[in-house]
């Protein structure tokens, strides 16, 4: 359910730009959302959906790209990339160090949006 308010959010940065270049519909909002984020592609166009009715975004597509997660190991510092999914989740390749400070894989934001 956390996807209705990020999905508010999006929203608002959709309906500000599209004031700001007096666009009259919005038919595609591209996203980049980290794979840590915890939101579901099937309730974020859902909400999106149930948000945008009335508004010049009202049918618009959600097009998301998932983003990796990136990590900074705590041993050797090195950044690397790692599965959420994987049994290797936040093991450094590097000196098999575990654990450390997430860099990216927890964002979303607008990269783009397709109008008319």
């Known amino acids: 359910m956390h996807e209705l308010p990020v999905m508010n959010g ?3 940065v959709v309906l500000k730009h599209a004031t700001a270049n007096r666009v ?4 595609a909002v591209q996203l980049r959302v980290g794979r840590l984020s915890d939101l579901k592609e099937k309730w974020m166009q ?3 959906d149930y948000l945008t009715k009335e508004s010049v975004a009202e049918g618009a597509r959600l ?4 983003g990796e997660v990136v990590m900074r190991c705590s041993t050797c510092a090195k950044e690397f990339q790692t599965e959420p999914e994987a049994s290797s989740f936040g093991i450094c ?3 098999e160090g575990e654990g450390g400070e997430i860099l ?3 964002e979303y934001y607008v990269k783009n949006m397709v109008a008319h």
Do not use: A, D, T
Not at 24 to 27: A, I, L, N, P, Q
Not at 63 to 66: C, D, F, P, V
């Open 93 to 95: 390749p590097h000196c």
């Open 24 to 27: 009259s519909k919005v038919v």
């Open 104 to 106: 990216s894989g927890k």
């Open 63 to 66: 097009e998301i790209e998932w």
């Open 10 to 12: 999006i929203l608002k």
């Open 46 to 48: 859902h909400y999106f």
